[in-house]
């Protein structure tokens, strides 16, 4: 569908009832809107919702910027479109910091907030952050997505297992399938590369961003109910954040997985699920 300009890719909820409260899934940087597939089956007697792949991402070409700004525009954008009440908002790694971005600009929009392992500023130096400052460095950004391209495919392929989630060789054969197919259609996107170094950038640029203007300035404006979801095991956001960021939103609640990678939304979605259930039903303003 066209949005601000913008030829998105947006998938649906499959069989939830046009009745329900709406909702919005906001995949991360590298990722999907098929990161929200067993998720959203599991929520679609609670929630109707959709799924875009964002630009540069999935199957929706680089078009314009694609930094956690411009994101959040475009979603805002997707929102006013496709619904007319606020919707349930969920969002992984950089969709969460884009999601963040979103309800503090536009808390008209959304009803609750569902944040998986959220690209918040961290205070600690950690190897992803130096991973990230390496991706976004002009030339050596480039440079390394290049050379890692050159390698045989399964060995990224278990690179990337092992870097996503906490524990690969847990995952349901159904799960790993789908994960190496979308890698290898990921890797006849031209514009792949360009994309995840401009996210990158957009990441690095948030974590310097002045105090006022930074991201735990816009959790601090959050209203709506929200539920923060870590994972003992993620090798991208140090989950030691997690207390930090319960503090900063005025209205959270937290789910910590020790057994979760990155992606807690595919890795232990039955738990994300109850706790999304138990935060509708503990509020009922949200149903």
């Keep these: 569908m066209p949005v601000a300009g913008v030829e998105l890719l947006v998938r649906d909820i499959p069989d939830a009832q046009p009745d329900l409260p709406p909702a919005l899934f906001v995949h991360g940087l590298g990722g999907s809107s098929l990161n929200w597939t067993a998720l959203g089956l599991l929520l679609n007697g609670t929630i109707r919702g959709i799924a875009p792949d964002l630009p540069g991402f999935g199957r929706t070409p680089l078009q314009g910027a694609t930094g956690i700004a411009e994101q959040a525009e475009l979603l805002i954008q997707l929102l006013e479109r496709e619904f007319d009440e606020p919707a349930h908002v969920f969002g992984n ?13 536009r808390p008209d929009l959304v009803k609750s907030l569902t944040l998986v392992s959220p690209a918040l500023p961290h205070p600690r130096v950690s190897a992803s952050a130096l991973w990230f400052t390496a991706l976004a460095t002009p030339r050596i950004g480039p440079a390394v997505l290049e050379r890692t391209a ?19 060789r847990a995952l349901a054969p159904e799960v790993r399938a789908a994960y190496e197919q979308e890698l290898r259609r990921r890797d006849t996107d031209p514009w792949g590369r360009q994309a995840t170094v401009e996210g990158a950038r957009s990441i690095l640029r948030s974590s310097l961003a002045r105090r006022g203007r930074s991201l735990w300035a816009d959790a601090a404006r959050v209203e709506c109910p929200v539920l923060l979801i870590y994972g003992g095991k993620d090798r991208l956001v140090d989950a030691r954040i997690r207390m930090k960021a319960q503090r900063a939103f005025p209205n959270a609640r937290l789910l910590y997985l020790p057994r979760s990678g ?26």
Excluded: C, K, T, Y
């Design 93 to 105: 790694s950089m969709g969460g910091a884009s999601s963040v971005a979103l309800a503090a600009q």
């Design 150 to 168: 050159r390698l045989p495919f399964n060995q990224r392929f278990e690179a990337s297992l092992a870097l996503v989630f906490g524990d690969p």
């Design 262 to 287: 990155h992606v807690a939304q595919m890795e232990h979605p039955d738990e994300v699920a109850r706790a999304v259930r138990q935060l509708i039903e503990s509020n009922p303003q949200l149903d």
